[in-house]
């Protein structure tokens, strides 16, 4: 991450490096969705496989069903829909149409590793696919994708997404970690 005009790269106790004060548009845009990474990976670290099962109340949301979902989530809009690339593995041999929830619903058989494994690699991916979207065209790159009505998302759009799927399920993670061992935070 790239820090402001005359900031240093801040990291809070949890490991956390603080989005810029006085960034660009860029530079606060990847700031905040490195935050919201690294506190999903805050919330979902150190559990073994029985607490990445763990669900809360009513929902079946567990933090390993999560991170799949996240590492689908990075794939599907920084590889397959910015760049209309095929799924790499293991998106390539889904069939959706049979569960449509699968990320979901098969992290049960995945080990906390494999999990995190994915879930690296997808946002290695989705770095390097940012990385060569800011190069072709900056946040105004338009992804290969259409919408049912034709337009298309451009960079800008979907790295404020990735920040507001992170966010939204950082607080999910928050009352599933909370029930497992009582680690509580931001």
């Not at 979902?44 to 567990?62: F, N």
């Not at 933090?63 to 998106?91: N, S």
């Amino acid at each position: 991450m790239t820090e402001g005009p005359g900031e240093q790269l801040m990291v809070d106790e949890f490991g956390r490096p603080e989005p810029p004060f006085a960034g660009t548009e860029t530079e606060t845009l990847l700031g905040f969705l490195e935050y919201q990474r690294a506190t999903f990976a805050w919330k979902t670290g150190g559990l073994d496989a029985a607490g990445l099962r763990v669900s809360v109340a009513a929902s079946s949301m567990t933090l390993g069903g999560m991170i799949k979902h996240l590492a689908y989530v990075e794939d599907c809009w920084c590889h397959i829909r910015l760049f209309d690339a095929d799924p790499p593995a293991p998106w390539d041999t889904v069939d959706w149409s049979a569960d449509e929830d699968w990320d979901w619903h098969s992290a049960v058989d995945d080990s906390p590793e494999q999990l995190d494994a994915l879930w690296q690699e997808s946002v290695a991916r989705s770095r390097a696919a940012i990385a060569s979207a800011m190069a072709a065209g900056g946040m105004g790159h338009l992804a290969r994708f259409r919408f049912r009505d034709g337009r298309s998302p451009n960079l800008r759009w979907i790295v404020t997404h990735l920040i507001e799927e992170y966010a939204r399920h950082n607080g999910h993670a928050d009352l599933i970690r909370e029930s497992i061992d009582g680690v509580v935070g931001e």
